[in-house]
């Protein structure tokens, strides 16, 4: 058996994520595989609800049962298989200590009853055995690294004075405050307006480089990838159908979804009319297409695609195509 | 150290009093609740007499200025009766309100977040108990375990948790589908830290609200419960129980049944003004 992903930092294996609803199974992930190497910045990219969020909640074990449930799969991190480990050691060792997160909203993901150093210290105390005045001190050093004015001040403000920007920087102070391995974020700069987001995303850059955290990054704004990231990873109904470095995507796109992905970008210099898109909507993923799921929507559908999932067909140097045209 | 940890809640304190001082109805109902408290904490300072001290030849005086409130069948001075009943009333609200907020507020953030079997049957419990005329029952419990003022707290006590019961619950069910929550999860904590810690202070808002109306409330069941006979016996000063008496003689002495009638009715308007107020300070949209 390859044992090559020991070394690596994060490998998720044929995952499988599912979701018993009244309406009836809903496959949200249906085999996912990717491979995160130290200190690597990934992108996760895809229409709203292909099961972007749901591949990092189920990272972390966050899907709550009922309704969701981790069906398959291994994700392996640092060579240990996380669905194997036990809730405590999940809690305990994990989550927030080697894994953290960030969310999409930093004005609803922080806690309004308590103050921003408060929330800080908490995650800090949690995973390490230290007192109060260390707590503090390490605190003030996080809200210093993400570029706070005035650290004490903001220590002894509670969240619902602080900006948009700003709540998301305290956000990122308190993921990366016990020096996690990987970072990811959930659409981080969603919610923020644009100057704000060329900020927030220098400053992620910024720490990443010093600390040394992969991040998964998960949007869907393919600027921000091309941008940032090193390697990307297409993502459609619950499936990633495209994967490879972050020049070889953007560059020689094969799958037809990414294609029509680029297409929809409107060019800075371009004598387009029309704004490019790709006809059809996501399929319903509670009975999703036989066969690839995105022949429906697709210019090159043959025969074969209606009846069989395409596996992962290599098109380049490590970039990788679930499409049955590079069979 | 310290100092610097007291210094959000100051700050915090200080912008409930700006919003306090804008609204003079807040400003009586805190009046009225300080002044209750002082009566009743003060009360032997403040009674010219003994409220059990009779003196038979000088009943049913009216108010005059030796008794300021006149006094009773047993020449008993009222003014210092009341005093002294603000003690009872004290203790009997505080103490009913203070076991159903937390014996309510218990089961409410337990039901709601364990689900399930455990949610359905805490919440059955509960409904059981808003399902009887609470009054009825109160009383029934009442007449179960014998007249006293002791066995009316209880009683109403038991008929009161699942009001903070209901209100926990449905604020705790929402307030856990916060990100906020989802956030704390994804840093690791547990679950007792996430309940107790994360969900519950964000629940209490409505949950102090009610408390304060409450408080009132509570004070004048006890002295309802006390009035058809229940609560307090005579010749304990209990404003229900002065009021019963007092009510035979309303014909002739006025005074008998109106002044302890009176406090009832000026603290339960004070912690009813004092709710309302809390509702005021407590609510995010008006703080800044």
Redesign the interface.
């Known amino acids: 058996m390859d044992k090559s992903f020991k070394r690596k930092l994060l490998v998720i294996k044929n995952l499988k994520t599912y979701f018993y609803t009244y309406e009836g199974l809903v496959e949200a992930l249906d085999g996912i595989n990717l491979t995160l190497e130290k200190g690597e910045v990934v992108g996760l990219v895809g229409e709203t609800g292909c099961g972007k969020s749901v591949t990092a909640l189920s990272i972390?074990r966050?899907i709550s049962w009922p309704p969701g449930k981790i069906v398959d799969g291994q994700i392996y991190f640092k060579g240990q298989d996380l669905l194997k480990l036990s809730e405590y050691d999940m809690?305990?060792k994990?989550?927030?200590?080697e894994i953290?997160?960030i969310?999409?909203?930093p004005t609803?993901?922080?806690?309004?009853?308590?103050?921003v150093g408060h929330q800080i210290e908490?995650?800090i105390k949690?995973?390490n055995k230290i007192n109060?005045?260390e707590a503090?001190k390490r605190t003030i050093e996080m809200l210093e690294m993400v570029d706070m004015q005035d650290p004490r001040k903001v220590f002894?403000?509670?969240p619902?004075e602080l900006s948009g920007g700003m709540q998301q920087r305290i956000?990122i102070a308190?993921?990366l405050s016990c020096n996690p391995d990987l970072l990811i974020a959930d659409e981080p700069t969603t919610a923020l307006d644009v100057t704000i987001q060329a900020q927030i995303l220098e400053l992620m850059l910024g720490l990443q480089e010093r600390l040394g955290t992969a991040i998964l990054l998960i949007t869907h704004n393919l600027g921000v990838v091309a941008e940032v990231c090193d390697q990307v990873a297409v993502m459609h109904a619950g499936v990633i159908i495209e994967k490879g470095g972050v020049h070889s995507i953007f560059k020689d796109p094969k799958h037809p979804y990414t294609q029509g992905l680029l297409k929809t970008i409107p060019k800075i210099n371009g004598n387009q009319d029309i704004l490019q898109e790709i006809k059809g909507e996501m399929p319903n993923l509670i009975n999703p297409p036989a066969g690839c799921r995105f022949y429906p929507r697709c210019h090159y559908v043959m025969d074969i695609c209606r009846k069989k999932h395409p596996d992962e067909y290599p098109v380049g140097s490590s970039h990788f195509c679930a499409c049955f045209l590079y069979k | 150290?310290w100092k610097?940890n007291i210094?959000?809640a100051l700050?915090e304190a200080k912008y409930s009093l700006h919003i306090i001082r804008q609204s003079p109805l807040t400003m009586i109902g805190i009046g009225i609740f300080l002044g209750f408290i002082l009566i009743a904490i003060f009360a032997p300072s403040i009674a010219p007499y003994d409220p059990y001290e009779i003196n038979p030849p000088g009943f049913l005086q009216p108010p005059s200025k030796q008794h300021f409130f006149g006094t009773d069948e047993a020449g008993r001075d009222i003014f210092s009766r009341v005093v002294y009943g603000s003690r009872i009333s004290l203790k009997a609200g505080f103490t009913i309100t203070i076991i159903a907020m937390v014996v309510g507020s218990i089961i409410g953030i337990v039901s709601a977040y364990a689900g399930g079997i455990v949610d359905d049957i805490l919440m059955r419990i509960a409904d059981i108990f808003l399902s009887f005329p609470w009054i009825v029952m109160a009383m029934a419990i009442t007449a179960v375990l014998g007249r006293g003022i002791t066995n009316t707290v209880i009683a109403l006590s038991i008929v009161w948790w699942p009001i903070y019961a209901r209100l926990i619950r449905s604020q705790a069910l929402s307030i856990r589908e916060?990100?906020?929550i989802?956030?704390?999860?994804?840093?690791?904590?547990?679950k007792l830290?996430i309940i107790f810690i994360?969900v519950f202070?964000?629940c209490l808002a409505p949950v102090l609200v009610q408390a304060s109306l409450d408080f009132g409330g509570a004070i004048m069941w006890c002295a309802a419960l006390s009035f058809i006979g229940l609560g307090a016996q005579p010749p304990i000063p209990e404003f229900g129980a002065m009021i019963t008496i007092g009510s035979r003689y309303l014909r002739e002495s006025w005074w008998y049944a109106t002044f302890p009638g009176l406090m009832i009715l000026i603290v339960v308007l004070g912690f009813n003004l004092l709710g309302d107020g809390l509702r005021d300070i407590l609510d995010?949209n008006l703080r800044?």
């Not at chain 1, 994990?94 to 200590?97: S, V």
């Not at chain 1, 609803?108 to 103050?115: A, E, G, I, Q, R």
């Not at chain 2, 989802?182 to 547990?190: K, P, T, V, Y």
């Open positions: 972390l966050l809690q305990q994990i989550r927030g200590n953290a997160m969310f999409q909203e609803t993901s922080l806690n309004p009853v308590y103050t908490e995650t949690i995973h109060n005045q503090r002894n403000q509670y619902c956000m308190i993921a | 150290m610097e210094k959000p700050k916060m990100p906020y989802e956030a704390i999860r994804a840093l690791g904590a547990g830290r994360h202070p964000n995010p800044r």
